[in-house]
């Protein structure tokens, strides 16, 4: 980078048009793929130091032989029909050269400065017709995004690199982030505006953030990952994602060591393969390249042996379409309650080791009322149910019966819903006809343990 702009303005062309495919049949399509690859390889590869750790010497970035058609290669021997390369992980360090930092490949020594691995990882890939897809870190460790509280300038910074790795590299069919939700939280950096974005950029492209939540929770797909495994009764889009190697590497990052690591057999991967194919659950093994930029020969040839060994069964029925869906969020800037820490149940804040969730006293009816911070036309309203660690959804008060309100002015409110809902622990999501307001408030007549608990509040507007 060599001048930060705080807003950047983009004459959008082709990308920008509407997707003529629904969300339903883009993940029926992603789902279809089956099996993937995961790269872990940025300048951790090189320094060996740990997981996040800011201001890494960069000068030590030098893959001298990086060859990505050998990736290539390797992951067509295996049929994997897609590919996710970590563009920048939670240490900041870019694999291409961001006009919004200095922490990238335009300041090491490879290539003199010239380089783009994104370029030569999507140009080797679809060469393969392997779909290149990113991975993204919100969390930035160098650059402090994450670590305070965020301010306009790290919403602007997130959207200007997003928008760098969704304009100059052709179609992205699926965009993973990272270090968001159990980071700082879907609220701080706002996940409608970012997938607005996302959206807006490549109306095809799937996005996904490592939620810890099993569910659709402002996800197009569910990401299981590693020793959190796909539920044997899965009938969501999802990704299982797993390691090759059983021992060694820096965290999901090349080490040394891993080119003689004992590596998943390739029974135990074929395996994997056919409990995830029965579940609509695409599994992608992270195969991290070394220092070199190559794939270590021992997983080359392991990949080859899956993919001598491996057959997808054309014949499982396609993906089940599910009403859980909220395409269009809005996320809700605030709540006030009774009893209990409303705000808890809209901070967007959850992790596989902490949860945050409203918990009412147990005198019922008990309403809730959300803020949306202006007046939307809103169509959808959901509830996630509570969660513990680890990954762990709980019925305990689980709602039961309800009413919902709308109002534009937070005085007088109409009555938009009621119902009944099974008190299990799945999420729950409600369609009305489009009403416009700003609060909606939530009466809980009855929770399991007669008391309502809420994870995460969701709303979901028009088109």
């Not at 409203?358 to 005198?363: A, G, I, R, Y």
Request: aromatic share 12%.
């Amino acid at each position: 980078m060599r001048d930060i702009r705080l807003f950047v303005f983009i004459l959008f062309t082709s990308t920008s048009i509407l997707s003529s495919q629904s969300l339903y049949e883009l993940q029926k399509e992603f789902i279809d793929l089956r099996f993937g690859v995961f790269f872990h390889f940025g300048i951790m590869t090189f320094t060996g130091d740990p997981w996040a750790t800011p201001h890494q010497d960069i000068s030590k970035f030098n893959p001298a032989d990086l060859d990505c058609n050998q990736w290539a290669d390797a992951a067509s021997k295996a049929k994997m029909k897609f590919a996710i390369l970590t563009t920048k992980h939670h240490d900041g360090f870019c694999l291409w050269d961001s006009k919004y930092t200095e922490y990238d490949v335009a300041s090491t020594p490879w290539k003199n400065g010239k380089g783009d691995a994104l370029r030569e990882f999507v140009d080797a890939f679809r060469k393969k017709g392997i779909e290149p897809c990113f991975y993204y870190s919100v969390w930035d460790n160098t650059h402090g995004i994450g670590n305070k509280e965020i301010n306009r300038d790290d919403i602007e910074f997130i959207k200007g690199q997003l928008t760098e790795l969704l304009t100059n590299y052709g179609k992205i069919k699926l965009l993973f982030i990272d270090g968001w939700s159990w980071k700082m939280g879907h609220r701080a950096v706002p996940y409608d505006e970012i997938r607005e974005l996302v959206k807006k950029l490549q109306p095809e492209c799937l996005l996904i953030d490592n939620t810890h939540i099993p569910e659709l929770y402002h996800n197009d797909l569910i990401h299981f990952e590693t020793a959190v495994k796909c539920p044997a009764d899965n009938r969501l889009p999802g990704m299982q994602s797993m390691l090759i190697n059983k021992s060694g590497g820096n965290d999901w990052f090349w080490s040394p060591d891993v080119a003689t690591a004992p590596l998943l057999t390739a029974d135990e991967i074929l395996e994997s393969l056919d409990y995830l194919e029965k579940r609509w659950s695409v599994f992608v093994l992270n195969c991290p390249p070394n220092n070199k930029g190559l794939i270590d020969s021992s997983i080359v040839e392991r990949l080859s042996e899956i993919g001598e060994k491996w057959e997808p069964d054309f014949n499982r029925p396609p993906l089940p379409e599910t009403n859980t869906v909220i395409e269009h969020p809005v996320v809700i800037k605030s709540a006030e309650a009774e009893s209990g820490n409303a705000d808890f149940a809209v901070d967007g804040i959850n992790d596989r080791y902490y949860y945050s969730y409203w918990e009412s006293d147990s005198t019922l009816p008990q309403s809730i009322i959300f803020d949306l911070g202006k007046n939307y036309d809103l169509i959808q309203f959901g509830y996630l149910p509570k969660y513990t660690p680890v990954v762990q959804p709980d019925n305990d008060g689980s709602i039961t019966s309800y009413v919902l309100y709308a109002s534009k002015d937070k005085i007088d409110f109409d009555k938009i819903a009621e119902g009944n809902w099974m008190g299990d622990h799945r999420m729950k999501v409600i369609r009305f006809p489009a009403v416009s307001a700003r609060y909606l408030k939530l009466v809980v007549n009855s929770a399991v343990n007669n008391r309502a608990i809420i994870t995460e509040a969701l709303a979901g507007k028009k088109k």
